[in-house]
Structure formats: C-alpha cells, structure tokens
C-alpha cells in the first residue's frame, strides 16, 4: 500500500493543495529569518499593552483546545471500554501528537528566547505560575503523546517487539494523558484568572479552568468528526473496512456525547454568569457579542448535534463538529485578544501583522504536511496486517 | 522556615506538592499492579 | 423531526443576525443617549402612576412650549387651568379632582390635550399629537429630559419685590410684606400657613408667584415676574438675571437693608431670666448682623429654619467648619478665595478654627463680672454692648511698615545646577497686603501687623525678623513631614502662586526664578 | 457517564477557587518584611517637571529619549512605561487645574509579576524592591499579562535578548544607602522614600490636616493585596490613571483556587479513571459470562428439546410400529383363528 500511495503522490505534485502549501511555507520561512533577525518588533504588532497576539491565542490556546481529540478518543476507548471507536484512537493521537508538537514548535516563534523554553523545569521552577504548570504539563502530555503514537511507527517500520511493550502501557498511558490534559487544558484558562482587571468581566470567572477544560472536551471530540470528515475525501483510500465501518458509528456515539457536553458547558457558563452576577453586562455591546458566543456557538451546535444523532443525519453532525471548532476557537480569541484590555482605547488595541498571521498559516501547513507523511506511510486509518484482532 | 510573602510560601509549599504529584503518579501505577495482580479469578 | 438543510439554512440566518446585533449594537447604545438636551420645562405627566402600574410610558409635556403656543394662539393660561372664587389659577389640570379613578384620569387627559391639539390643527396652526399617535407623548426614551435649576430668591430679587411698587404696601403699613407674607412679622408664614401645609413646598411656591405674575399680566401692570418655566429654573436665564441685578444693585450702590427693624448688633451670649450666680464660661461675641447682611445671600442662609424660628446656638453648630450656615464655617470657606487662599490653603494650623483665633470673637465681657451681670441683661443693653464692641473694630489692616519689609531676599544657601534666587520679597507682601487691605474679615481675625508675615514665615511667633527656613528645614526627604529647604521652599512659593491663580511664573519654569548655572 | 463525573469533581474544585480570598493562605498570614521600603507620591505636590524621568534615565543607564526631558509637550499625549524608560509622569485634567501622576512599578507587596513567572525571575526583595533577573527568563511576557497596572515593558527590538524592563526602586542605589534616582531628584519632595508603615503614617497625617485637599484614601496601601509604592491625591484616583476596581485580592491569592486543585486531579484522577476502568472492564466480564451462560442454557434447552422430541418422535414411531405390528398381528391372529378361534384368544393373552 505504501509503495502505491508514494506513485501516486509523484504524479501530481503540482496540485493546487501542494502549491498553496509551498507558498505558505516559503513565506513562513521568510518570516522566521525576519523574527530571528528584527526581533518580535519587526513581524508582530504586540506592544508593551499587548503582550500577546494570535501566536498564543491560535497557535497556543486554540491549538491544544483542538489537540484535545487525543485524550478524549483514548480515554473513550481504553478507559470507558468503548471499543467500537477503536478506529477513532490512532487518528486522533496522531492529531494530537502534531497539534502539541506545533504548539512548542509555534513558542519558539513566540518567546524571547526560545532555548530556554526547558528552563522553567530543569533550571528554575517557578511553582506559583500556573503557566508553570501549563508549561510541565505540556512537555510531559507531549511524551506521553508520543509514546502513545509510537505503536503506529514500530508498526511501519516492523519493531515488533518494542511495539508490544508500548501497547502493554496502554491503559497507564491513557489516564497519564487524560490527568495531564484535564491539567494543562484548564490551567490555560486559569492563566488569565491572574488579570480580573483586564478582561472583561463576562469572560473572567473564577470558574475560567473549569470553561477551559469542560470546553476542550467538546472541542476535541468535535476536532476528531470534523477533521475525520477532512481527512476522508483525500485519504479514503487508505481506509480499511473496520476504520469506515465504524466511522458512522463514532460521529454519532461522539456527536451524542459532545452534544450532552454542550449542553452542560452551556449550563456551567450560566452559574459563572449568576455567580459574578454579571447579567447587567449582557445589555451591553459585550453583552451581544457574548450572547453570539454563547447562543450561537454553543447553545446551537448541541442543539444541531442532538437533531443530528436523533435523525442518524451525518453532515448535520459533520456542521455542528465544524461550528463547535469554531465555537471554541472564538472563546478562545475572547478571552486572550477581544475582551482582554477591554478598558483600552481602540487606537491601543490590538490586531495581528500579516507575518504574524503567516506564522500561523505556516504552523498549520506543516501540521498538515506531517498529518499526510504519516498517514500515507503508517498504520493509521487502517490496521497493520499484521496486527489484526491485535486489541 | 519563616516567609514575608504569600508568594514565597506558595513557591515552596507548591515545589514539595509537585514532587509529591511525582510520587503519587509512580505510587498510583505500582498500587494498581499490587491491586490487581492478585489470584482473585473473582475480578 | 426537521431536515437537516433547513436547519443550516436556519443557523446562517441566526448567526447573520447575532453578527449584526453584535457589531451594531454599539452604534445603537449612542443613538440612546443622544436625547440628552435638559429642559426646564419638561414635565412627566405620570398621575396614573400613583393608582396603578402604567400601560404606557410617562407623556412627555413641554409645558413652555403650550404656553407659547396658547399665547401664539390668542389664547389663554384658562384653557388648562381653571380660576377659584378669589380668581387665582388652580395649578393641576383643568378638571382634576383628587378622587378620580384611572380611567376618569386617562380620559380628562386624552380628552383635554387631543380635543385642543384637533382644534388649533382645524384652525391652521402647527399642533400636537392627535388620537393614535400614542408614542409621540408616551415616549419609553423622552426625546427631552427635565433639568431644573433652584429658583433661588436672593436678596436682590427679595429687593426688586419688596421694594415694587406695583404690589402696594398693606393698609397701614409702610410696607408691602403682606403681599406674599401673609402675616406680617411672620415671614415665613409660607410654610407655616395652614392653606398651605398639605401643599408640597414648591407647589406652595407655583401657587403664590405664578398665578399672582400671571394676574399682574392680565392686569396689564407696569411690571411683572415670569411665568415660563425657564425664567425661573433654566440655568442661562437664572445667570442672564443675576447679571442685570448686579448691575442694578452696584448702580445704587449696595442693596438697601431690609426694613424688617432687624437689629444692626447682636451679643452673643448666655441669656437668662434672672440674675445667675456662675459667671459664664466664655466671653460673648459681638455680632455685627448689619454687616453680614451684606454680606449673604439672604436671611436664611444662616436663619436656616426660617427668620422667626429659634436659631440652633450651640457651640457645634456655630462652629461646624463643614457648613456655609455657621459662624466658621462661613469664614473659613472665604479664606478659599485667591487672596486668602495663598497662605491658608496650605497652612493647617491657619485653618478657620484653632485656639488662638477664639479671643478674635469671644472678647465682650473680658470681666468675669461683667459678663454674668450682662446673661440677665435687658435686650436693649445687651445691643448696646454689641454695638460698643463693633464701633471698635477698626475695619481696616494693620500692616508692618513698608520700609521695614525687606525688598529682596536672595536665597542661594543650596544653590547647585541653578544660580540664587533673587526674591522680590517686598514686592510678594505687597501682593498680599493688596489682597487683603479692604477685607474686613482678614482685619479682624489678622490680629497683629505681623499676621501676614505668618502666611510664609510659619510655626513661629509672628515677627518681623522670623527664624531662617533652614533651621527647620534641614534635612531632605525625610519621613518626618517635614519637607528639606529646597522643597520647602518650591511648596511654599508654587503652592502659593496655584492657590492665587497666578500663573506666572509657571512651576516648571526654572529659570524664572534662579538661572541655570551655565557649565 | 465519565462526563458529568469529571464535571462534578472539578465544579467542586472550581468553587474552591472563590473561597480562600480574605485570609492569605489558609490561617497563616504574611505581612510585608518589617524592612519594606516604599514611595509615597503626593498628586497634589507634583509639578510634572520630569525631573525624575530624567533622574531615572541616568541612573539606570537607559538610552536617551526621543524628545528632551524639559520639552513639558511631551506630557499632552498619556503615556506608559516601555523598554527604555521606567518611568513616566503624565498629565490630567483635575477639577483645578491640570495634576500630575508619575507612573513606575508600584512594587506590589504580593507581585503578580513574581506570582506568574514561571522560572521565578521576578523577586520581592526584602527591602521592598521587586527585582527581574534576566540571566532566568524566558521571555514569555506573562508577567505582563499578569501586571495590574501594565508596568513591565519588553524589548520587542531585540531579536535574540530580549529583557523584560521596569522600575527597580534604584535596589543598587538601595544596596548603596542611597535614595532611589527620582525620589532625590525630585524639587517638591512630591515623593517620599522610606519604610512603609512609616509612609503610611505620614499619608495618614497629611491627608488629615488637610481633609479638603485630599481624597481620603491611600491608593496602595491595600490595592492588590497591597504596594510599596502608593499614592495619595486631590482627585479620585480614576481621574489620574489609576484604576480603583482592582479589589484588595493579591495575585497569588487569585491563582491559589486554580493551583490548589491541581493536586486533587493529580491524586484522584488514578483513582477514578481506573475505577471507572475496572468497572468498565468487569462490566464487559460480566456481560460475557452473561452471554456464555446464555449461550450455554440455549445450547442445553434446544438440545433437551430436540431430545424431547426425538424422544417423542420416537415414542410416537414406537406406538406407530407397535400398533401396525399388532395390527399386523390380529390380522394374522383373526387369519388364523379363522381357522382356529380357541388358539387365538390363548395367544392374545398371553402379549
């Protein structure tokens, strides 16, 4: 199978994917040389009020909410026993691995001095710091991440004994990952619950880890129908019976529970909201706009994904999964960017540089280049031969 | 040990409850081995 | 259950609609607030309120509109509001009774305003809202808000009244008090007048004035007062007043005292009955009240409970500085005026009330014997005393002779990026003296012709060859308060200069005062 | 299922987030070291002669500024800390007249900066100074994400060294037994060095000989759990650019909820995952043996049918022979007593 996917990758290499691609990367790597000669001054619009642009709330916030497919999928599977979305697992570890691995990749754009990216756990620790936290969490689920993806590898490249080391930890592995994720997922919120000054108050909530967390399960599940539908047209071919077989099976079991966990976010936003008691805001034009976020990018898509999985209609769940993505990536730009120093005046806001936004683009391209070399070689969407019947 | 900030106590109380999340997560899977090791064909 | 299309169709136009509120929402929170011009006129017509839950919003009234409008219109106050027996105009709304139900209410109102807006429409003019243009007086955001100024009776406007001949003094009397004052020696019957006890006190008022400026008018008088709403209670036209009674006034030369037979001296003392054996602990105050006359607004700014009520003579209230209505009070918001204001603002210890200033008013009555002989005093003796006292008072300032005021002053003891300070000494005292020469006020509590030196050469006895500032002022930046020379000096001279309002030399002018060294 | 329990458990953890607010950490409490130092600044004395900013510069050795120090146009346009200047006055409209305000690290008691970087770059020195150690960070700016008051500045120019820049309260000139640069700079003693308490008594007996002139308040003394830097004024202070809705919860008081659950999901999260691992499991177990049993008891009752009917089908096939055999016997027997009836009753009998 791999010698037939790799002919036919060389006939066309001029599709119009390809091209897109390469200029986004030869742009992004015009970019990188500018950020490592001018400084961050010379390519991002931050400024001594706005320490943090879209490399943190894309590339970081909204990047590990969407890479919260992996812990979601495996916990379902290997803890809760569902082992119809077995297929499910490997996809979106896979997803996961390059989405974390992106994340670090992107800091290293984004701080100042990126060789010390380890300093915080092997030189000083600074435990007070809930970016500390988010910090250890990160490289440790990234280990785990990869580890978990390393099956799928010795697979491919045929270690077979090491591969069924690996696989023994499965179970250890999975709770690491879901211990680590529920951490680091709702530390990202608690990152801002230092600043009750800066962000606005509909936003700010003692509560913000929960939201934070609570929310990347949806996003994750909602990541994993979504970029399952993506995958599916270019990689069909790959896709062996038991991976399409259950495909429906996982969007709707996945779009029940996403649907249900909505639903409780909804609820959870409310009780911040009655706990701060902050219903007067809602009159306001931040009012609106939370109302936007909340009516139309939660309420709605539980509401579509119920419709969906009651009428067994797939591309109403395939919608509801891309409007949740989207959803979350909102939130996440509320929170980090459009509610945070609300107080300033608009001519000290912020709004990203068109080279910051090319570093994002070039992250995402590379995330999805990696997605396609490995699919196209490994045992993802398809079972080894030789592993049949293997869980 | 005497502290002149909050700060200063959390930066040690959090370092030693981080190694101790260490221990807990090494002890937690060696517990579950010695849990479920055992001869209980009950289960 | 519904199909999946339609559901997506339903969620573009959802989030298109969410999308708009989102963003044009801010532009609708401006449109709310641009209604904001205040009207003196504006009333809420809103009676219904008091019986039961409104159905609609409070009409919106411009009440000097209709009166323009009427008038305009050959037309009279009687086409709303109805004349009693003794011809004075009720204020309510023609046929208002105090016993109607709400729907009684609604009608009189819709009847009364719609009938008269149909009739003066047929008869060609521009006209109100008719039947059916609900929102045009019920309005949830009124298109005008009510702002109304306190009408304000101050002594020139009491004077212009008091002193008209258009209102004719009583039979017998040689004054015309009882126009307004119903009963004569009880000024401010207004509000003990039983007619008037049910009244709130501003209805009180709209009864007495306007409907005697508007019998005034029909009687085509000589002169009359306002009826407009805004002649009273609209902010230009109360400053427009004040401006031309000023001119009125400073052109007689001062407002005539108020022949009311107030007495020109008042001694401020324990009164009794009967002789008392204990002398009285503190010695009475001759209070000159011919001069504050003048000097206030009128009678009840310190008469606050009226002329005839007892005055409260406690000692917090006499001396409560936070109030314009007490003896210090007053005094010490006259030393914020610019003249004053240099030395006293920052200078705790000149603040209105402290010990030594006591003796500036207690000083009738210095003989203990003296003093318990004068509390069962007659009144007349006790004036007499008061105003043997005020002749004393010389009225003018004491000041130390100008030769002996040194012209400058070079200060250069810390001079190091800047050359000494050459101070035109005599000429800041003679500032101040300036500020100070006619105020009687200042000369009598600026007991000694030292006084004004106090004002910079502080925390010592007053004298013309003060202690130098640096044997004070010694140390910089310590935390005892008390500041080095070279602050002391710039907090003395720029706080002085802002509380004066002189603007030059600006503080941060350096070199107006000492030249840079030049290096 | 797995769900609501995680909902549960982490609402619970997220409700202990508001609780531990008043009291610092539990009973304990931290008071500032008894050598805090600070500075009190006085609205109603500064000129915004900028003297300080031009003392601040030369002593911490920072480029020169675009515009002079005595060009006084600077201060109508508001203006912040950044990279090359650590302090800043500016100007505001008061009720009389324009009041000045000058801008620095108010060096927090409970720094939010220290609070949030995670190598600890950031320290609260015990003579008050806050003070960054480059040679640890990052440069990950979430200290001044975490900053109140929008102090720390960054050096975005720098592509590779980037340093995060403030106010160090002068802690070398501290160190020397010398008043921080602007403090001795200033002509109007508008700022006061020294300890803290001591700063607050001082602010206390001003603005009581002086209760017209002062708003009655000391801006620091409390604000984010308190600063060593503080301020006292003639107008509210939200008229001279500082905000007065930052609440008295220190920064490490609003993380302590967030980072205290975290050892909770640490603890139990094993615990309830593998619960609900081996409960998932045994489930399966159970379901299974079900299913054998199942199995097993249809197997037993269709085949204890299929014998039963075999069995009938057999008695019947028995009954069925044996009654054609009699049958074939009587009509033998009848054949043969026929010819002989005596022997055929005896035979009969005799079956």
Request: hydrophobic fraction near 40%; charge should be neutral; proline fraction near 5%.
């Amino acid at each position: 199978m791999t010698v037939e996917t790799v002919t036919a990758e060389r006939k066309s290499l001029f599709t119009p994917f390809n091209i897109i691609a390469a200029v986004i990367l030869v742009a992004g790597l015009v970019v990188t040389v500018m950020r490592f000669t001018g400084g961050l001054g010379a390519v991002t619009n931050l400024d001594q009020n706005n320490p943090w642009g879209i490399w943190i709330s894309f590339d970081l916030l909204c990047g590990v909410a969407l890479a919260a497919g992996g812990y979601t999928t495996s916990a379902a599977c290997y803890i809760f026993g569902l082992k119809k979305y077995h297929s499910g697992v490997r996809p979106a570890i896979l997803t996961a691995f390059l989405g974390y691995a992106l994340v670090v990749f992107a800091l290293h754009y984004d701080v100042g001095r990126p060789w010390r990216l380890p300093y915080p756990i092997f030189v000083q620790q600074g435990t007070t710091s809930l970016l500390f936290e988010v910090g250890l969490c990160v490289f440790l689920y990234l280990t785990v991440l990869f580890v978990e993806f390393t099956p799928a590898m010795f697979e491919w490249l045929g270690m077979k004994k090491i591969r069924n080391i690996v696989v023994k930890g499965t179970l250890a592995l999975t709770i690491m990952g879901v211990i680590l994720s529920t951490l680091h997922q709702s530390s990202l919120g608690a990152l801002f619950s230092i600043a009750p000054s800066k962000l606005h108050p509909l936003w700010y909530s003692p509560y913000l880890p929960v939201f934070f967390f609570v929310s990347s399960i949806c996003a994750g599940m909602s990541m994993v129908i979504f970029e399952g539908t993506l995958s599916h047209k270019p990689m069909h071919r790959l896709m062996d019976k038991e991976y399409l077989d259950n495909h429906d099976g996982l969007i709707l079991g996945f779009g029940k529970a996403t649907s249900l966990v909505l639903f409780g976010y909804f609820a959870i936003k409310l009780i911040g909201l009655a706990y701060d008691n902050n219903w007067h805001y809602l009159t306001t034009g931040w009012g609106a706009w939370y109302m936007v976020e909340m009516l139309g990018f939660v309420a709605l898509p539980s509401f579509l994904y119920a419709v969906g999985v009651r009428d067994r209609n797939i591309p109403l769940i395939k919608w509801a999964a891309g409007l949740t993505v989207l959803g979350i990536v909102v939130n996440r730009f509320n929170v980090s960017l459009v509610a945070f120093n609300y107080f300033l005046p608009s001519s000290q806001r912020y709004f990203p540089s068109w080279s910051e936004i090319t570093i994002s683009l070039f992250v995402v391209a590379i995330g999805v280049l990696a997605f396609r070399f490995i699919t196209t070689r490994m045992p993802i969407f398809h079972e080894h031969p030789d592993y049949k019947d293997a869980h | 040990m005497e502290f002149y900030t909050l700060q200063d106590y959390y930066t040690f109380t959090k370092g030693v409850v981080y190694l101790i999340m260490g221990g807990i997560l090494v002890g937690a899977t060696l517990y579950w081995r010695f849990l479920m090791g055992g001869n209980n064909k009950d289960d | 259950m519904a199909n999946g299309k339609q559901l997506l169709r339903m969620t573009v136009i959802v989030l298109a609609l969410a999308g708009v509120l989102g963003f044009g929402i801010e532009a609708m929170g401006m449109l709310e607030k641009a209604a904001d011009n205040g009207r003196p006129d504006v009333i809420m017509v809103d009676t219904i309120a008091k019986i039961k839950n409104l159905e609609q919003s409070a009409a919106v009234f411009k009440h000097d509109a209709h009166t323009k409008a009427l008038k305009d219109q050959g037309m009279s106050c009687e086409s709303c509001h109805t004349k009693d027996v003794r011809g004075e105009m009720s204020l309510s709304f023609k046929g208002r009774a105090d016993e109607m139900s709400a729907g009684q209410l609604k009608d009189l109102y819709h009847d009364g305003c719609i009938s008269c807006h149909v009739e003066s429409g047929e008869k060609g003019f521009k006209t109100g809202p008719m039947a059916g243009e609900c929102r045009s007086c019920h309005q949830a955001a009124p298109d005008a808000t009510a702002v109304r100024e306190k009408a304000g009776m101050d002594g020139a406007l009491h004077f212009i009244h008091w002193d008209s001949k258009v209102l004719p003094p009583a039979q017998g009397k040689d004054t015309n008090c009882a126009t307004c004052h119903e009963k004569a020696g009880e000024e401010d019957a207004w509000r003990f007048d039983p007619k008037f006890a049910a009244m709130p006190v501003n209805e009180a008022f709209h009864a007495k004035c306007v409907t005697c400026h508007q019998s005034l008018a029909e009687k085509k008088a000589e002169r009359t007062g306002p009826v407009l709403c805004a002649d009273c209670h609209g902010a230009k036209e109360i400053a427009t007043r004040k401006d031309e009674l000023a001119k009125t006034v400073k052109a007689m030369g001062g407002l005539p005292r108020l022949p009311r037979k107030q007495p020109d001296a008042v001694l401020l003392a324990p009164k009794s009955e009967k002789p008392v054996e204990t002398v009285p602990g503190m010695a009475g105050v001759a209070f000159d009240h011919k001069r504050h006359e003048a000097n206030v607004d009128n009678c009840v700014t310190c008469h606050t409970k009226g002329v005839n009520a007892d005055m409260d003579k406690s000692f917090a209230a006499l001396h409560d500085t936070a109030s314009d209505a007490s003896c210090v009070g007053c005094h010490a918001a006259r030393q914020e005026q610019p003249e004053c204001a240099g030395c006293h603002a920052q200078r705790p210890e000149a603040a209105a009330l402290n010990e030594a200033s006591c003796a500036t008013c207690h000083n009738v009555g210095t003989d203990a014997d003296e003093r318990r002989l004068m509390v069962s005093a007659p009144k007349e003796m006790r004036a007499a005393v008061a105003a043997e006292a005020v002749a004393t008072r010389s009225g003018t300032h004491a000041l130390v002779a100008v030769d002996a005021i040194p012209e400058f002053v070079t200060i250069g003891s810390l001079s190091k990026d800047y050359q000494p300070s050459k101070m035109p000494h005599r000429k800041i005292v003679m500032k101040l003296v300036d500020g100070v020469k006619d105020n009687p006020l200042a000369a009598a509590f600026h007991t000694a012709p030292e006084s004004l030196c106090a004002g910079c050469h502080h925390n010592s006895p007053a004298t013309v060859n003060p202690p130098k500032c640096g044997s004070c002022h010694t140390k910089p930046f310590e935390v005892d308060g008390r500041p080095g020379l070279m602050a002391a000096y710039h907090g003395q001279c720029m706080t002085c200069h802002t509380e004066m309002k002189l603007e030059k030399p600006a503080a941060t002018d350096c070199a107006a005062c000492h030249e840079k060294k030049a290096n | 299922m797995l769900r609501r329990t995680f909902l549960g458990l982490l609402g619970a953890a997220g409700a202990s987030v508001a609780l531990p607010r008043s009291a610092a950490a539990g009973s304990k409490k931290f008071g500032p070291h008894p050598d805090t130092m600070g500075v009190l600044f006085d609205a109603t004395r500064c000129i915004g002669c900028r003297k300080c900013e031009a003392a601040c510069n030369e002593v911490n050795e920072l480029p020169a500024p675009d515009r002079k120090f005595d060009d006084l146009s600077v201060l109508d346009t508001e203006r912040r800390t950044d990279e090359k200047t650590y302090t800043v006055v500016n100007k505001y409209q008061g009720m009389n007249g324009p009041v000045y305000r000058k801008a620095q690290c108010n060096h927090c008691l409970e720094p939010a900066c220290a609070s949030a970087c995670f190598v600890r770059a950031f320290k609260k020195q015990p003579n008050g100074a806050v003070t960054y150690d480059a040679s640890v960070c990052v440069g990950c700016r979430y200290c001044m994400v975490a900053c109140p008051f929008s102090i720390p500045a960054y050096e975005y120019g720098e592509p590779l060294t980037p340093r995060v820049m403030k106010c160090t309260l002068c802690a070398p000139r501290l160190a020397e037994g010398k008043l921080p640069g602007c403090v001795e700079r200033c002509p109007k003693e508008a700022l006061t060095f020294g300890p803290r308490d001591a700063l607050i008594e001082i602010a206390r007996a001003r603005i009581a000989a002086f209760p017209g002139k002062y708003v009655d308040h000391i801006y620091g003394e409390r604000e984010m759990g308190g600063t060593s830097w503080m301020y006292i004024s003639g107008e509210p202070f939200s008229h001279i650019g500082l905000r007065e809705d930052l609440g008295t919860a220190s920064a490490p008081e609003l993380t302590a909820g967030a980072l205290a659950a975290v050892p909770m999901v640490v603890g139990l999260w094993p615990v309830l995952l593998g619960g609900i691992y081996a409960v998932s499991r045994r489930k399966d177990k159970v379901a299974n043996e079900e299913r054998v049993t199942a199995v097993k008891d249809a197997l037993a009752k269709a085949a204890a049918e299929a014998e039963k009917k075999l069995h009938e089908e057999l008695s019947k096939a028995e009954t069925a022979g044996r009654r054609r055999i009699e049958v074939e016997v009587k009509k033998a027997v009848e054949e043969a007593l026929s010819a002989k009836d005596e022997d055929a009753e005896k035979s009969e009998e005799e079956v």
